[in-house]
């Protein structure tokens, strides 16, 4: 009676193993990987001429009340504002936002005079520092007319002034009005001052990708290797190289912190 049973047994778990291997396996529910809960916040897109509805306005076209003098950050900064435009005014120095960001996407756009002259570096330079730790300090996007102007790879528009080469020359003829948008990634430091993490670019030159996520050396320096020394939160910086080059249309969208005034 009990070899019956135990054959019984074994001949019904060889079929119901056989049943359970011939059975399709469940189709797993779409909806245990649907998120719900986190939905991200609306943000209005903006278009050529308006900013997204959450970015910071650094010129709107009327005033730079976002901006000051980089050597003075007491006093407003002096470049000159007509219909819509902002231009150097070579000479009077570089100039700085008021406010201090640390992560953030900014878009600006920037024309080298048709009349503009020179060659190599001495044609419709300025530069747009990302994060400023001096007078003549940061980490620098080279604006420069490259259309038609060769000078040092590292050192031509849409650079990392003497770090990173464009991975292309997205250049518009001088006279044309261009685009940098970029995401900065600003490096962070521990309290003693060592780095933790360095800064990262990304960067479009007209529409095209220049810098893909680069991991920045440093400060941009003109002589030298890069290094870094800890700062904190820093304000935007446009320079003063000795050209009239114009902006327009300049806006920012902290990513990380607060765009906080000093």
Request: one cysteine or more; hydrophobic letters at 35%.
């Amino acid at each position: 009676m009990i070899a019956k049973t135990v054959v019984a047994l074994i001949g019904f778990s060889t079929v119901f193993s056989a049943t359970a291997q011939d059975r399709p396996p469940s189709q797993p529910d779409p909806g245990d990987t649907e998120v719900w809960a986190a939905e991200p916040r609306r943000v209005v897109p903006g278009s050529s001429a308006i900013a997204p509805s959450d970015a910071i306005v650094l010129f709107g076209g009327q005033d730079l009340r976002e901006w000051v003098s980089t050597t003075a950050p007491d006093k407003p900064a002096s470049w000159i504002v007509t219909d819509g435009v902002f231009t150097v005014r070579p000479g009077s120095g570089n100039i700085q936002t008021r406010r201090l960001f640390t992560d953030y996407q900014i878009h600006l756009e920037w024309r080298v005079s048709p009349s503009a002259t020179g060659s190599g570096q001495g044609k419709g330079n300025s530069g747009l520092f990302l994060a400023s730790t001096g007078i003549d300090s940061g980490y620098e996007i080279q604006i420069l007319d490259c259309a038609n102007n060769r000078t040092y790879a590292n050192g031509q528009a849409a650079s990392i002034y003497k770090q990173h080469i464009p991975l292309v020359n997205a250049c518009s003829a001088a006279g044309e009005w261009q685009t940098y948008d970029v995401v900065w990634t600003a490096p962070r430091f521990a309290a003693d001052g060592t780095l933790l993490s360095p800064a990262r670019v990304t960067a479009l030159h007209n529409g095209v990708l220049v810098q893909n996520h680069v991991e920045v050396q440093g400060e941009s320096v003109y002589a030298g290797k890069p290094s870094y020394r800890k700062h904190g939160p820093a304000p935007i910086k446009l320079q003063d190289h000795g050209d009239a080059v114009s902006f327009r249309n300049v806006w920012v969208r902290p990513l990380s912190g607060t765009a906080s005034l000093p």
